[in-house]
């Protein structure tokens, strides 16, 4: 079965600096994967996705993700970090649910704090 | 503009009592999704509509059921609820199944509504 690993319960960066967020996924075919952000109070946004092709994926606000087949990683990156940011991020993998169709299975989420 | 509209925000209700949590959505999207999400847990999926069609995942609990009198609404019912089932309900819809159309998919979560069981 699909699982999604994300190591970092809670992560705090001020404002300004670099930003890596670790996903690790267990799949076994070619995987469809996505980043989604949850702002308190609110539902999960789709911040970006990889289904093929180039492995380095751009997404909205200044998002990036990179692909490694490798290490069976999905890590998402932002070089500059600005308060507005400050969400949960939550990972997933799209796992084939059968006649083509996928269902998606999420990790447990990594909470972003901001200082400023 | 809300798109996808879940109420009420938070929901109390007693053990054993049963509870209904709504959905609407103004998208005309086939598919409706319930997640169950726990604290500090990640979204679980309990079951979809296609349409009319419902899917349940394996390991949901019988206690657990939907609805959905059309395409705009679905409903999220729990029959008997119990103290672990205290947890943020999710809805979610996409145009299609996801896999259909790959370029364009994405799901739309509603807000959630928090539920708690006295």
């Known amino acids: 079965a699909q699982s999604v690993t994300q190591p970092d319960i809670h992560i705090t960066v001020s404002e300004g600096a670099s930003l890596e967020l670790r996903c690790n996924y267990s799949y076994g075919a070619t995987p469809y994967l996505f980043w989604y952000v949850q702002s308190p109070g609110q539902g999960l946004q789709l911040l970006l996705k990889?289904?093929?092709?180039?492995?380095l994926v751009q997404g909205i606000k200044g998002f990036e993700a990179e692909f490694k087949r490798s290490q069976s990683s999905f890590n998402l990156r932002k070089p500059s970090v600005h308060w507005s940011d400050a969400a949960e991020y939550f990972c997933?993998?799209?796992?084939?649910?059968?006649?083509?169709?996928?269902?998606?299975?999420f990790g447990k989420g990594t909470k972003l704090s901001v200082i400023p | 503009d809300a798109m996808v509209i879940q109420n009420p925000r938070y929901q109390v209700t007693q053990f054993g009592k049963p509870v209904t949590l709504s959905c609407s959505q103004t998208?005309?999207?086939?598919?409706m999704y319930w997640y169950q999400q726990k604290s500090s847990q990640a979204p679980k999926l309990l079951f979809h509509y296609y349409d009319k069609d419902f899917n349940n995942e394996a390991d949901t609990p019988d206690n657990f059921q939907s609805r959905r009198p059309n395409t705009s609404f679905c409903f999220l019912d729990i029959r008997s609820p119990g103290l672990g089932d205290a947890a943020m309900y999710l809805c979610a819809t996409s145009r299609d199944l996801l896999g259909s159309e790959a370029t364009n998919e994405k799901l739309f979560f509603g807000s959630g509504t928090q539920l708690s069981v006295l």
């Open positions: 998208l005309n999207h086939n598919v």
């Open positions: 990889y289904f093929s092709g180039d492995t």
């Open positions: 997933a993998v799209g796992a084939s649910s059968g006649a083509g169709s996928y269902q998606l299975t």
